[in-house]
């Protein structure tokens, strides 16, 4: 069964970093995309930054390209988002999603909060 495990949120100042991890089982990296998402308060859920399988292609939302970096360690079964630069409106929670890169099953973490404000 899939799981998907976030950490890393909480409360940073405009300007600074986090970096967020989402801890997989049930599932390899070279079969399974691997993205971040965010949702903001009255906002729709919207796509942040992916890497594919089994490539490790990544692909960046226009908003956060340049700030941000997706990776992931095979050894540990976890990816990363790196977050640089951050500003209010990056605001959200951010979830993790594991998608099959021939099922197309798709799997959801249960998020966590990302907090930018003075």
């Known amino acids: 069964q899939v799981q998907l495990v976030e950490s890393g949120g909480g409360l940073v100042q405009p300007g600074g970093p986090l970096r967020l991890s989402c801890a997989a089982s049930?599932?390899?990296?070279?079969?399974?995309?691997m993205s971040w998402y965010r949702q903001a308060p009255g906002k729709e859920r919207e796509f942040v930054a992916t890497?594919?399988?089994?490539?490790?292609?990544?692909h960046y939302a226009d908003s956060v390209k340049g700030r941000f970096t997706i990776s992931q360690d095979n050894a540990k079964n976890t990816v990363h988002l790196q977050m640089n630069g951050l500003k209010s409106e990056d605001t959200a929670v951010y979830l993790c999603?594991?998608?099959?890169?021939?099922?197309?099953?798709?799997?959801w973490g249960q998020g966590t909060q990302v907090t930018v404000s003075s």
């Open positions: 999603n594991a998608r099959g890169r021939r099922s197309g099953s798709a799997y």
């Open positions: 049930g599932l390899t990296f070279s079969t399974w995309h």
């Open positions: 890497i594919t399988a089994p490539g490790g292609e990544k």
